[in-house]
């Protein structure tokens, strides 16, 4: 039988689609767009966004001429060309060669509501806390929350993690700087507190805003469930796993910034690795529990949190729409998924050391 020409190439092409699709709209959600279920057509993949009244259409093509992005809305709205910035190949989301980003005329079909993946993944395993009192440091200033009062450095680094008892999903861990007591009131002004006091909606609405302003002050370190399953049969242990993951967050921003005292939400009795290297004896590590108070902690949580929510958006954007937590609706989703994918494929989308996994099918 004679071999159909152009096939595997074509075929490479149309996953490059998907997963170019994919990496824009994790970028447009991030800055505050609202993107909906990639919808296959015959020669495109597509998904509709918003961002306010403004409804815009993302195509990308695959043929035999490569890849080719469209835009469908309006051309002349200050949106479309923020839209065009950010899935540009600045922005690392460029075309493979010969790609190019065309306008769009408005109107077409429009996909039915229904969103990234492992943002900010590192090198390693990652895809890109020493006890102390707060009492004795200086530079501080009083701050408080429901009448309790505290003391809180003027700058300082400070570190959350998300997903630590959810079946699906990343790890995530985050370190945000605070380098003054004005930055400090910014971001309560955005409404930057505890993520457990918010919503999905108004956690999104603020990491945005703390995505765009504060630049270069935050790190998050995400690791996916393919990779952490990799991790966990080397380590054991979650903790360590957390303590690697803060410890790395760290890191990053210690390497930008000179920063005199970190203060971590408690999740171990160890004391985060960073704190043991000898380049940073000068620096206070604090580990407390309800650290959330303090309000760089906060920030990191309502980022760590975010981009755990963006990872079951990108699972319900592909049309995997999967539970948080740990209760007894994960085991029908975990299920569902060897039933129609098989069991190997759990690795994809669960912690598998959780006890629920001894509980499938």
Same mark, same amino acid.
């Given at each position: ?5 152009? +096939? ?87 075309? !493979? ?25 590192? #090198? ?28 809180? !450095?003027?700058?300082?680094?400070? +570190? ?72 966990? !049969? ?90 948080? #937590? ?15 994918? #098989? ?19």
């Amino acid at each position: 039988m004679a071999k159909e020409k152009g +096939t595997a190439p074509l075929m490479n092409i149309k996953s490059d689609a998907l997963i170019q699709l994919n990496k824009a709209l994790d970028q447009l959600t991030e800055n505050g767009f609202s993107c909906l279920e990639i919808i296959e057509k015959d020669y495109h993949y597509e998904s509709s966004i918003n961002k306010g009244q403004e409804k815009f259409k993302l195509l990308y093509y695959f043929g035999k001429k490569g890849l080719k992005k469209v835009i469908q809305g309006n051309i002349s709205s200050p949106l479309y060309n923020e839209i065009l910035e950010l899935i540009s190949e600045e922005y690392g989301l460029g075309l !493979p060669s010969g790609g190019s980003v065309y306008p769009g005329e408005v109107g077409g079909e429009r996909g039915e509501n229904v969103r990234v993946g492992d943002a900010a993944e590192g #090198g390693g395993y990652g895809d890109s806390r020493v006890n102390g009192n707060l009492s004795k440091l200086g530079g501080g200033h009083s701050s408080g929350r429901g009448g309790e009062n505290y003391i809180e !450095p003027d700058s300082y680094i400070g +570190t959350d993690e998300s997903g630590k008892g959810d079946f699906f999903g990343p790890l995530v861990s985050a370190a945000f700087y605070v380098d003054s007591i004005q930055s400090q009131e910014r971001l309560k002004s955005l409404g930057v507190r505890d993520s457990k006091e918010l919503s999905d909606k108004q956690i999104r609405a603020i990491a945005v805003n703390l995505r765009t302003e504060f630049e270069g002050k935050y790190n998050i370190i995400s690791i996916n469930p393919a990779r952490y399953n990799e991790m966990y !049969p080397k380590i054991l242990n979650i903790n360590k796993i957390l303590n690697w993951q803060h410890s790395k967050a760290i890191e990053g921003l210690l390497e930008i910034h000179k920063i005199k005292t970190v203060i971590t939400d408690k999740f171990s009795k160890r004391e985060l690795n960073v704190s043991f290297k000898s380049e940073h004896n000068d620096i206070e590590f604090i580990m407390l529990t309800k650290a959330e108070r303090y309000t760089g902690v906060a920030a990191a949580s309502i980022l760590a949190r975010d981009t755990f929510n963006l990872w079951f958006e990108r699972m319900a954007r592909e049309g995997r729409k999967l539970p948080k #937590g740990n209760a007894q609706i994960v085991e029908v989703a975990a299920n569902k998924i060897i039933e129609e994918l #098989g069991r190997d494929a759990l690795n994809n989308f669960v912690k598998l050391h959780f006890k629920t996994t001894l509980k499938l099918k």
